[in-house]
């Protein structure tokens, strides 16, 4: 059984920086045959994807609003996955989970995911 355990979050400042990362284990096949997705869900509001990995790292996506800001990447090595998330606004505040699939969104390098039991998560709080 898949077990993700996300790490990273904290408190900063608007315009700072942090690194998530998502570390993997329980995989009946190897790693890269994963796809990868961050989402994050900020205080009543619904959960959202904010970026996904191809299993092989050579395909990514990011919603609109972090483009240009957040940056994914994955160590297939070390079975983890990165969120480097810079430029970071009072609208980052939430609660990041990543979640991992065999399966993918048509067309897409995001994994495909139904009824997901969802990790803790790492909380990001941007405040001034």
């Known amino acids: 059984q898949l077990q993700l355990v996300e790490s990273g979050g904290g408190v900063v400042r608007p315009g700072g920086s942090l690194r998530l990362s998502c570390t993997v284990s329980?995989?009946?096949?190897?790693?890269?045959?994963?796809?990868i997705g961050w989402f994050r869900q900020a205080p009543g509001k619904e959960r959202e994807e904010v970026s996904c990995?191809?299993?092989?790292?050579?395909?990514?996506n990011y919603a609109d609003s972090v483009k240009d800001r957040f940056t994914i990447s994955r160590d297939n090595a070390q079975n983890t996955v990165y969120l480097q998330m810079n430029s970071l606004t009072l609208e980052d505040t939430g609660v990041y989970y990543c979640?991992?699939?065999?399966?993918?969104?048509?067309?897409?390098?995001?994994?495909?995911?139904?009824?997901?039991?969802w990790g803790q998560g790492t909380q990001v709080t941007v405040s001034s």
């Open positions: 329980g995989f009946s096949s190897g790693f890269s045959f994963y796809a």
């Open positions: 979640a991992a699939s065999r399966t993918y969104i048509s067309g897409t390098p995001c994994p495909s995911i139904s009824n997901y039991k």
């Open positions: 990995i191809s299993g092989s790292g050579a395909g990514t």
